[in-house]
């Protein structure tokens, strides 16, 4: 069994803590289903009351063209 470090014991006063979130909710700018930020929220506060300095980073998956393959950001993808 592997023991993971937990963000519990973590000294989290004045670091700057990077938290990826797997959101993917928003479409065309609307949020449809708000249960995975609900998820994060104790994660976020606890990281905020422990002094940490939040940093949220996530994406939309890789929004591609089907006609041409290529990339396309728009604000349809945007976060």
């Given at each position: 069994?592997?023991?993971?470090?937990?963000?519990?014991?973590?000294?989290?006063?004045?670091?700057?803590?990077?938290?990826?979130?797997?959101?993917?909710?928003?479409?065309?700018?609307?949020?449809?289903?708000?249960?995975?930020?609900?998820?994060?929220?104790g994660t976020l506060y606890y990281?905020?009351?422990?002094?940490?300095?939040?940093?949220?980073m996530t994406h939309i998956g890789?929004p591609k063209n089907k006609k041409?393959?290529?990339?396309?950001?728009?604000?349809?993808?945007?976060?």
């Amino acid at each position: 069994m592997v023991d993971f470090p937990c963000i519990q014991n973590a000294d989290l006063k004045g670091k700057v803590v990077l938290v990826r979130v797997d959101h993917n909710v928003v479409k065309k700018g609307l949020i449809h289903d708000p249960y995975r930020i609900d998820a994060t929220l104790g994660t976020l506060y606890y990281i905020s009351a422990k002094g940490g300095k939040l940093i949220l980073m996530t994406h939309i998956g890789r929004p591609k063209n089907k006609k041409t393959g290529e990339i396309e950001i728009s604000e349809d993808t945007s976060v």
